[in-house]
C-alpha cells in the first residue's frame, strides 16, 4: 500500500511526540510492506508566527492531496493574547470544519499497568474500555449568529438533521463493532437540539437493534464516568458536550498522556492527534510521552487505511513496552526510572 | 427571629427528605428562639397531577409571600413522556426564572467518615473543601430563539452584561469569605459569550485585589476536579457548564447524598434544595439519605436569614452523626448496619 500524510507538528512538545510516531510508522511500513510518503506544514503557532495565519493556504494544500494528517499539538503562553483569529486553536478549528472532519473517537482505556497514576480507585478504573464519539464541526462553536459587544454576547448551538444522523449512524456503526452498546448524552430536558438528537437516536435505533441503546443527560454522564466508568461502551455526543466529557474521561485511568484521537469524515480521510495538548513548560527538554501520538498513528492505520493488523501491532507494543515497566517521566512511579522520549520510543521500535 | 418559609416536598423521595429536614428546623427554632412558619405547596410531577401544571399560580404566590423556599425534589417516570410544558422538571426552571434566583451556590466538602464511598483515592480527595457558584437564570437554559423543526433545531446563549457582573460579583464576595480563591470558568477560545465573561472578570478582579483570580476553560477543569479537586474554593461559572461541573464535583467525594445546595437572589431570599434528585425507585421506603435537605436548611439559616451560628450547629450535628458512625442505607459500609430516614434523623435531634 502507498499512502500520503501530512505531518503537521505544530507547538510546545508537538514536533518531538510527532518524531517519534513517524519512526514507529516508517517501522510499521517497513515490516508490513507499506510506503508511507510524509510532507510536512505548519499549523498553529509555528504557522502565525511563519505565516500570520493558524492554517495557511500552503497547509490547507498540502493536507487536500493527501490521504491523511497526522498533527502533534498546538498553542502556547506567546500566542494566549493574540485576537481570537491569530490564535493558534483557530487553526485547528479551522482544519476541521475545513475538512468535515465530523467525527471525533477518543478511546479510553485502562493500562494495567498505568493504573497507579490515576486518581480512582484501582477497582473503578481497572475495567474501562470506552470509545466517546464526538461531533465535531456543528453546535456552538460554529453557529450564527455570534456576537460580542460590551452590553452582552450571544452564542449559537445549531444542528441540522443531516448533522446529527451522521455522526449516530457512525457511533451505531462503531458499538456494533465493540461491545454493541451505545449511550447517548444530551440535555433533552432543556434544549430543542437535544431534543432533536434524541428523536434522531430513537429513529435510527431501528436499523441496529442488535446494539443496546439508552439516552442520558449530560449532567448525569459527567457523575457516572467518574462513579462507573466501566459501565460504558460507545458514548455519542455533539460538540460541547463531547469537549467536557472526553477531557473528562480522558484522566479516569491515569493515562492522559497515552491516548490518542481520530476526527474523520465519512470516506476514511482523517485527522489523528494526541488527546494531550503542548505542554510548553516541558517542551524541548526531550521528556516528552510519545505514546499518545504513536497510538494515534494506530488509529490512522486502522480507520483511514483499513490496515487493522498494523494497528493492532503497534497497541501491542506500546502495551508491553508499559508492562515491561518503561515509563516516560509523567508516568514513572516512585521506584522506577524514566525514560527520554527517544529512549522510550526505541524500546517501542523494538518491540515491532 | 420570625420567618414565612414555603415547603415544596415535590416528587419521590422529595416528601420524606423535606420531613425530616422540617423536623431539624423546628428544633433549630425552639433552641434558639426562632419562629419559622410553614406553609406547603406543589411543585413538579405532584403539581401537575393535581392541577395540570409544574408550577401552579398557587404556589409562586405563596412563595412571594415567604421569605424562602424550602423543596425535595421534581421528577419521575411517571412524567418522562410528558410534553416539554407538562414536565416535573419544568417547575424549577421556571421557579428560578420567576424569582430571579440568578446565583446557584452547590458547596462540596469531604466528610473523612464517607470517604470510603469515593470514588477517588482517599488522597485525592480528602482535602476537598469547594464551592461552585453556577449562573442559574441566563445562557442556554432560556436563550431565544430557540427552535426545533424535522430538519433541524436551534438554541441561543445569551448573556447581558449585567447577568454576568452580578453573579461574578458574587463569587468574588464569597471567595472573600471562605479561602480568598476563584476559579472563573469559560470556553473563551471559542464563544464570544466566554469572551465577555472574562473581560468581565478581569474588570471586577480590580475591587478584589485579596482574592486570587485564576480564568481556566471548562474542558480543562473538568479533568482537574477529578485529578486535583483539593486545589479549588470557589468556582464560578456560566448556566450549562455549571450544571455539568456542579454535578461531576457532587460525586468526588462519595457524599452525593449529602450535598445541599441554595439558589439566591440580591436581595437574600432563595429557595433550598438538595443537589440529589426524586430517586423514585427507593421512594416511600422510608430509606431517603435527609443529610442534604438538612444541610440545605443550614444554608437557607446562613443566607436567607444570617444565622451563621443556628447553621452552624445543623452542620456540627450531621458531621457528629457521621462520625458516630451513623448511615443511611446509601453510604453504609458492609460492616455497619444502616438507619432508616427517621432513625438518621432522630441521631442529628439528638444531637443540637
Ligand atoms: C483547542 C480547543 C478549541 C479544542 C476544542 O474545544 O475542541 C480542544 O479542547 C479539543 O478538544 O480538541
Ligand atoms: C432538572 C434540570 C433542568 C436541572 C438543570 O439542568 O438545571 C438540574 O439538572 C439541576 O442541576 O438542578
Redesign the pocket.
Given at each position: 500500500m502507498e499512502k500520503k500524510i501530512t505531518v503537521l507538528p505544530g507547538d510546545g512538545i508537538g514536533p518531538e511526540v510527532v518524531a517519534s510516531a513517524v519512526k514507529v510508522l516508517q517501522v510499521i511500513g517497513k515490516r508490513f510492506n507499506h510506503t508511507f510518503h510524509l510532507n510536512y506544514a505548519a499549523i498553529g503557532g509555528a504557522a502565525i508566527d511563519q505565516y500570520n495565519n493558524p492554517l495557511p493556504d500552503e497547509t490547507i494544500a498540502m493536507c487536500e492531496a493527501s490521504d491523511a494528517i497526522l498533527l502533534g499539538a498546538?498553542?502556547g503562553p506567546k500566542w494566549d493574547n493574540n485576537a481570537p483569529s491569530l490564535r493558534p486553536?483557530k487553526g485547528?478549528?479551522k482544519i476541521?470544519k475545513h475538512f468535515d472532519l465530523f467525527a471525533?473517537l477518543r478511546p479510553v482505556k485502562a493500562f494495567p499497568s498505568l493504573l497507579a497514576s490515576s486518581p480512582l480507585k484501582r477497582e473503578v478504573a481497572e475495567n474501562v474500555d470506552l470509545m466517546i464519539v464526538?461531533e465535531?464541526t456543528g453546535g456552538l462553536?460554529f453557529g450564527e449568529p455570534r456576537k460580542k459587544t460590551d452590553a452582552g454576547a450571544i452564542d449559537t448551538c445549531v444542528y441540522s438533521r443531516e448533522e446529527i444522523e451522521r455522526i449516530v449512524e457512525n457511533a451505531f456503526e462503531l458499538a456494533r463493532l465493540r461491545r454493541g452498546k451505545l449511550c447517548s448524552v444530551d440535555k433533552a430536558n432543556v434544549l430543542d437540539t437535544s431534543r432533536l438528537w434524541r428523536e434522531i437516536v430513537e429513529e435510527k435505533k431501528k436499523q441496529y437493534p442488535d446494539v443496546e441503546t439508552e439516552h442520558n443527560l449530560v449532567d448525569s454522564v459527567a457523575m457516572k464516568l467518574i462513579t462507573n466508568p466501566g459501565q460504558y461502551d460507545v458514548i455519542v455526543t455533539e460538540?460541547?458536550f463531547?469537549?467536557i466529557l472526553?477531557?473528562e474521561a480522558s484522566v479516569i485511568t491515569g493515562s492522559l498522556g497515552v491516548l490518542p484521537?481520530a476526527s474523520i469524515r465519512g470516506d476514511n480521510f482523517g485527522l489523528y492527534?494526541p488527546?494531550h495538548?503542548s505542554a510548553p513548560e516541558i517542551a524541548g527538554q526531550g521528556v516528552a510521552n510519545p505514546a499518545a501520538t504513536i497510538l494515534s498513528v494506530a488509529m490512522m492505520l486502522q480507520y483511514s487505511f483499513g490496515l487493522k493488523e498494523e494497528a493492532a501491532e503497534i497497541e501491542r507494543a506500546v502495551t508491553a513496552v508499559f508492562n515491561d515497566g518503561y515509563f516516560t517521566a509523567d508516568l514513572a512511579q516512585e521506584h522506577t526510572r524514566s525514560l527520554s522520549t527517544e529512549e522510550w520510543t526505541e524500546q517501542v521500535l523494538n518491540e515491532i
Open positions: 498546538v498553542g486553536e485547528l478549528l476541521r471525533n464526538r465535531l462553536y460538540n460541547l463531547g469537549d472526553s477531557d484521537s492527534e488527546v495538548g
